[in-house]
């Protein structure tokens, strides 16, 4: 057949007789025959072929071929499939032992894959398997079949796309507004886990025969694009545009509130039968309002229902409801036929002007800013107040208070462990703190006290603690402190000593004693820790089994423990870091703090051992404390909080493995531990902090493979991180601990410079590390490295060597008299350096 | 590798019209194709176990990079990446059979269970059998090389050709149909 008239005839033909049942076909293909003898020969041929092929050029399911029912995926039977998802085939599965009659879906993955994908891939499922709510589809499980496509395990749902459903059951308005509220609480649970579905839309929302609806393929999106190796920031791969919001048209990054937007899609089409179409020029939301399109559809909606839908389907995401629960909160109101709080949002944002309007400004900037809500508990409490008549007083009690904990407290608690928030946590902030300054000048009643003094306090954590996420603002911090710490004293004078003051005043000092340590006056922070230490440990003896006070008293012990290493108590430190532990050990409740605490401790106990020379309790310590941070982490994945202490452990570990000897291992953990810390310093580039950690990470590391004979690296390493430290020093506040590292680290590139033959640059090195480690306060910590380092200026020769091994011997001494050992990391104990000093003195005579 | 926005711009303005886009996207999907393809053929002995659709998957998210794109536009993509993907595949089976002398036959008998991705001579004969199908009928050879090479599912084929899922079905029962005969000899048919 070689003409184009000739093979549309034949594919007609063939296309009928396909249609028809086998009796039905003999016949037409008699009479082709008759009627189309040319024709004849070529269709034989093609209906032979058609049974012939088999699954020739049939595309299978991606990575291994297409399954069959009665095969096995991980611990699934497959049963039949269900469906081509847009993402990949899915199949009716069940358990393979016979312990469960476990109906499951299994859906597999179409996506290129790579060893570290498979590891994203399993972090975000991990996510989502957590996501256990009613209404949503539970994601039960996942992996790789064999030939390394990933699949997922969830629910199996057998039911209709809720559209269908309603229509099939006739439902009325009411009905289905109920039915979605069930939807909405589902996707405000998993907004509250932080997690966005990215492509809600009917067939993902199946209702049950029994009438409840079930998400499906919550964050899968994510998972697609873990699976596929790229970081699952943003958008869906593969969105129903439909239903997509305007952002996620234009790839922008997206919030829950794109869930808000799809989700209001769904509402609508269900009770206006029709979708909203997003106007494509500015100045208009959309192309027709709800009440329009449920007109268009010959139904009529309520007036109000028609105000809540078009502000959920606002084009600007901060014009929307601030979150699910406020929208369902409307729809609920509607069904009550109570009045809806959105009617009056045009007057609000409107008018800023008088000082309820504080609160506009907050809000708008924390919904802007976060999408995750939190502005919504503000936005209400401001049409509350609005309504009520309320003293003057009473009334900015309250203001205060919800400041204090919506803004302050809960929004800050909530970003803590999402890498990437600094930037918008330094917003909140500044507006927090303008409006508690303007409240301070006039309170006077203790309760107002005590809520101002929390809020500056919150605050002040934000704005300059050196060991978290810090924003760098330590002056600033300093202020609020202070600020809050007269607040409490006026209030233990006022109120004769209320146990919240204590605790309050105890929070303040330590936090004043935090700063003052991150500058170096170690003498006075130690007196306030210790303060703290003794009225937390009242506290905690007051009301044993309470968990607050015991994490505070073991947090105390712990700083106070910290303080004393950097005076050189080594002793005295251990005593602190033991009772620390033991206290977070003994405690039995379920709150990650006391875990971590324990690791941490762990983790110095470690460090005390390693300065001893006592490596196997070292090794011993921090395997205790890496074992605490993965139990930890598996039950929160994903958490940078422990991600950053894990980092931490393995570092140490590597240390110690190095001073023993151990350097293909001390190797391995070090440049683990590197890589870990890098990659949280990629997600947040603001926070200062995981720069540091980077910096200090990789100059261990350098030295690791100094050691280990990779000297090659071991320059770049120590080289880039010297260049790190000198960064870090000009861009901002200077802690002891930096001032330190970075001498650490400039001798440790002096030592390798040298070994390059270049001694002039290397003596410029070990200057200056000398003229860091040596800088009063003096860090006692580091007391042996500046006994290395001088030694090194000794034996670098010139004029002035003699004086600097003297000073080195002289320093090693002190060092050995608090109980440190020299070892590989440090070498050169006083004996060495004595030994070279007479070695020299003989040379020159 | 430009950034993602532009790969994205540059889908709009095709959809839009703007066939000068159109061309450029070519270029770059042709490219990056050819990049990932290329470390997967070196890879593999015979193509016997690459999946064209695996690789178009992973250009697709390659190029997006962490944008997501809206689904027409990705349909259109995966139009293109079809289209490339068989070229490279095809090109690349040409030279490897020219670098096998005098080894290579070019009408191999047909398997009942052979599995579909082909080895390189029957990729070769499915190319140029292709081709004459396409002189015979242009949207079916076009639904067989979305759906091999591209990956589509009829729907997602129908989407795209902007006909039915009944249509793309027929099509692609006849145009298979007709290639397995075509592949046993040319002039078969």
Redesign the interface.
Known sequence: ????L???R??AA??EW?ELDPGGREAFRQRVHDTSPALAD?FD???A??S?????????A??S?SFEPGERIGAYRLVAPVG?GGMGAVYLAARDDAQFDQRVAVKLI???LGGAASVRFREERQILASLSHPYIAHLIDGGETAAGQPYLVMEYVAGEAITRYCDRHELDTGARLRLCLKVCDAVRFAHAHLVVHCDIKPSNILVTAEGTPKLLDFGI?RLV?AA????P?????????DY?SPE??R?LPLTTSADLYSLAVVVCELVTGGRPRAASHDGQDLVESPRDIARRHGRRLGADLDTVLLKALRKIPSDRYASVEQFAGDLGRYLDRRPILARGDARLYRARKFAARYWAGVAATLVAVTGLGIGAALSQRQATIAEAQRAAAERRFNDVRALANAVVFEFDRSLQSVPGSTAARRLVLDRGLQYLERLASDAAEPPLLRELARGYQRVAEVQGDPFFRNLGDVDGAARSYQRAEDLWLQLVRLEAGRDEDREGYATAITGQADLLWGKGDFDAAFQRYERALSVRTELHAKAPSDPARAYAASRAAYTSGQALTKLGRFGEARERYRASLAIAEAEDSKRKEFPTRAATAAMKLGDCARREGDLDGAIRQYERGKAMTEALLDETPGSEVFERLQAFMVGRLSLAQAERGELSEAYRNARLALNQHERLAKADSADRQSRVDVATARSDFGMVAFLAGDVATARDMVAVSVSEFESLVRTGSVTVDLRSDFGVALRRDGDLLRRAGRPAEAVARYEAAVARLAQTPRDFEYEAELAVAQARLGEMGGPQAATWLRQSFDTWRQAESRGVKAGRMQPGGSEAVARLISARATARR | MPPPEDVTLLLHAWQQGDAAAGDRLALLVHAELRRIAGRRLRAERDGHTLQPTALVNEVWVRLMGQHGVVWQNRLQFYALAAVAMRRILVDHARKRSASRRGRDVPHVPVNDDLPSPLPDARLIALDEALERLAALDTRHARVVELRYFGGLSVEEVAEALAVSAGTVKRDWRTARAWLFNEMRGPGTT
């Open positions: 057949m070689t003409d184009r000739g093979y549309e034949l594919s063939f296309a396909a070529a041929r093609l209906i072929a058609d012939e092929a088999g699954d020739f050029l049939e595309p299978p991606d990575g071929g081509d179409h996506a290129g999106a694009h596929a190796g790229v970081s920031a943003r958008t869906s791969l593969m969105l129903t545009p997509a996620q048209v790839n």
